[in-house]
């Protein structure tokens, strides 16, 4: 009788999403340690546009005014906190369920080199944050103001 050995049955996915983070320059560099401890975690999609590097985060139930978005040593961050709001009159609710989470979270992502970082834009529209990373010459800059 063969032995075989038992293990979850997506780690052929894992090891094809490490594949694909090796391929990208701009990939994640949050570490599952660090996504595990996290309460949550928003959902960046990342894509080319022209001659643009979109980061489009969901955050819904953020107040803009709690999203940070910097640039330092090539590398992008967004953080920011989710909080939840209590009245008075919560107090006599019980739950049965709640999914909701909050808490504050930090994603991480490197740049590919030759990013105009004065040139970076970002804007928050209906629970959505939307990084705009033009191509181009490397100049430091520490943070971008959110329209």
Do not use: H
């Not at 959902?43 to 590097?53: F, M, P, T």
């Not at 979109?54 to 967004?78: H, Q, W, Y």
Request: glycine letters at 6%.
């Amino acid at each position: 009788m063969a032995l075989m050995r038992r293990g979850t049955p997506f780690r052929g996915l894992r090891n094809l999403e490490r594949q694909l983070e090796d391929m990208f320059p701009w990939r994640s560099d949050e570490g599952e340690e660090e996504a595990a401890l996290s309460a949550w975690s928003p959902r960046v999609d990342i894509y080319e546009e022209g001659d643009n590097l979109i980061f489009e985060c969901e955050a819904p139930g953020v107040n803009k005014d709690d999203i940070d978005v910097s640039v330092e040593n090539n590398r992008l961050t967004i953080t920011g906190e989710r909080r939840e709001e209590k009245t008075v009159e919560d107090e006599d609710r019980n739950y049965y369920r709640s999914e909701q989470r909050f808490g504050t979270f930090q994603r991480a992502f490197s740049l590919p080199d030759g990013v105009d970082t004065e040139a970076i834009n970002a804007s928050y529209d209906n629970g959505v944050l939307k990084v705009t990373v033009p191509e181009g010459a490397q100049p430091s800059r520490e943070s971008i103001e959110i329209e």
